[in-house]
C-alpha cells in the first residue's frame, strides 16, 4: 500500500467514530471548522500553516491552519473549512481532497471547531488573501513526533499540557512558534498518519484519540 493511501486508511478509522448526537451541545454554540492540509513531497509527508495577518483583532501573527466561523450559507462543516481555506489562501474547493473529519473540540474562545483532514497537490501554491493571511508554508509531518525543538508547559489547554514548537523555515529563514490547539492537532494528525508514537509527553491518549478528544468536549461543555 502507497503512502498516501496508507495515510488515508490510518485517518478514516478515526474520522467514522464521531458520535455527537448523545452530547448535550447546545444549538446556540457557535462553530467554526480548520482544514488541515497535507500534501506529498518527493516521497514526504508534509503539513500546509498559515501565518495569521498583523491586521487581524485576535491572534494576529500566530500560526494556525486555514479556517474560520460557520455561516448561514455553509452546507456541513466540510463546507466551511474549504471555504475558508479558498478565501484565505486560494485554495479551490475542487483541489482538497477530503479524507477524514476528526472529533471536535471547543477552544477557550468557547467556539465548536471541526477539524477537516484533506490531501492537497504539491504544486498548490497560494494566493494569499493578505488581510487575514502574512504567509503561507509547509513543513514535514514527522516534525510533531520529534522531540527536538519541542517544549512543554504545564498550563491547561484543550487537551492537558500546552505544547510548543519552534520550526525554522529553510526557504525563507522565518522562524515560527506553533504552539496550543494548532499544536495538539498536528501532534495528533501525525501521530495517526505516520503511526508514530511522539518522542515526548503528549499528555492524551494517541491509542484512543477519540476517546480523548469526547472527554476532552465534555469537560468544556460541563463548563458552559
Known amino acids: 500500500m502507497e503512502l498516501k493511501e496508507r495515510v488515508t486508511a490510518a485517518l478514516r478509522s478515526f474520522s467514522g467514530k464521531v458520535e455527537l448526537s448523545r ?3 447546545p444549538v ?3 462553530k467554526a471548522s480548520v482544514l488541515i492540509p497535507l500534501l506529498l513531497q518527493d516521497g514526504e509527508l508534509r503539513l500546509l500553516l498559515t501565518v495569521r495577518s498583523i491586521h487581524l483583532s485576535h491572534h ?8 474560520g466561523k460557520c455561516e448561514s450559507s455553509d452546507r456541513d462543516d466540510v463546507h466551511t473549512a474549504l471555504r475558508e481555506a479558498e478565501e484565505e489562501i486560494g485554495l479551490p474547493a475542487d483541489a482538497a481532497q477530503v479524507i477524514a473529519t ?3 473540540v471547543i477552544n477557550k474562545a468557547g467556539l465548536l471547531i471541526t477539524p477537516v483532514v484533506a490531501f492537497i497537490q504539491s504544486s498548490f501554491r497560494p494566493s494569499i488573501n493578505t488581510q487575514e493571511v502574512s504567509e503561507v ?5 514527522d516534525f510533531f513526533t520529534r522531540a527536538d525543538h519541542h517544549s512543554g508547559y504545564p498550563v491547561p489547554s484543550v487537551f492537558g499540557p500546552t505544547h510548543s514548537f519552534m520550526y525554522t523555515d529553510p526557504a525563507s529563514g522565518g522562524v ?3 504552539w ?28 484512543d ?6 472527554s476532552a468536549l465534555q469537560r468544556r461543555l460541563s463548563k458552559l
Open 137 to 141: 508554508f509547509t513543513l514535514p509531518l
Open 209 to 214: 484519540p477519540v476517546s480523548t478528544f469526547r
Open 102 to 104: 476528526l472529533f471536535p
Open 23 to 25: 452530547l448535550p451541545i
Open 176 to 178: 515560527h512558534q506553533i
Open 180 to 207: 496550543g490547539l494548532t499544536a495538539a492537532l498536528a501532534i495528533t494528525v501525525a501521530a495517526i498518519a505516520l503511526e508514530k508514537t511522539p518522542e515526548f509527553q503528549t499528555g492524551f491518549d494517541l491509542e
Open 60 to 67: 494576529a501573527g500566530e500560526v494556525c491552519f486555514p479556517g
Open 28 to 30: 446556540t454554540l457557535p
